[in-house]
């Protein structure tokens, strides 16, 4: 996805080149009802190709289709911006137009390229996941308040459409090795339902000793307590 973004943005590059080239040495266009069908049917054929990508690429979170999907996008706005020169010219004979339009295409491109340029970079250097989604893992667990004392150590990433989750979580030292378990695959599996299985999850489990041996009677996270 990285690469293909990168060559996006070097084809807007080379739209804004021939744009500037345009913009200084306007040129006459020959046979231009015949473009203008050529390019309506090319826009239609990009068209379809980019609802089918981009909808695989929101289906399986895959930034590859997404990126090939943009791809597809901008052959549409590519399209569109020359079928709308051409009638202009055509009807107005103003040449300046094709230049004009060109610039438009070219930074739309590259603003939408960037955003995912960023994307695909973030997925490489293994940055966090966003904010919005580390408060949806932390709200989840906060479900399981009764047993869990505090969360810690929560580590994430993202590689493809596959989320890492890595934290430690403290429980009553009393509770026996199966109820934690037990409470490793709740929680789990809770946060798995947020994005769709689409999850790898480590949770490390910490026997809590603030109570010391009077943990049965004092401690409200006691298995005994809470009976």
């Not at 580390?134 to 479900?143: H, P, R, T, V, Y």
């Not at 378990?181 to 769709?196: T, Y």
């Amino acid at each position: 996805s990285l690469l293909e973004s990168m060559l996006l943005l070097a084809a807007a590059g080379f739209i804004f080149y021939e744009a500037i080239q345009r913009s200084v040495n306007p040129q006459p266009i020959d046979h231009s009802f015949i473009a203008i069908a050529v390019m309506a049917f090319s826009l239609i054929v990009s068209y379809g190709v980019f609802i089918h990508n981009n909808r695989a690429a929101k289906q399986v979170d895959s930034s590859a289709l997404a990126v090939n999907a943009l791809h597809f996008l901008a052959d549409v706005l590519t399209a569109v911006a020359v079928i709308i020169g051409l009638i202009i010219i055509e009807l107005t004979g103003w040449l300046a137009v094709d230049a004009i339009v060109a610039f438009i295409v070219a930074v739309y491109i590259s603003f939408l390229t960037w955003k995912q340029l960023k994307k695909s970079i973030s997925e490489l250097v293994d940055i966090q996941l966003p904010d919005n989604e580390i408060e949806l893992i932390k709200n989840s667990i906060k479900n399981f308040d009764d047993r869990v004392i505090n969360l810690h150590n929560l580590r994430t990433r993202k590689s493809g459409p596959v989320r890492h989750v890595d934290f430690h979580m403290m429980v009553c030292q009393t509770i026996t090795v199966k109820d934690s378990h037990a409470l490793c695959d709740q929680v789990e599996n809770k946060i798995r339902s947020l994005f769709g299985g689409q999850c790898s999850i480590q949770a490390h489990v910490e026997p809590c000793d603030q109570h010391g041996n009077t943990c049965k009677t004092n401690c409200p996270y006691s298995p005994q307590n809470r009976n």
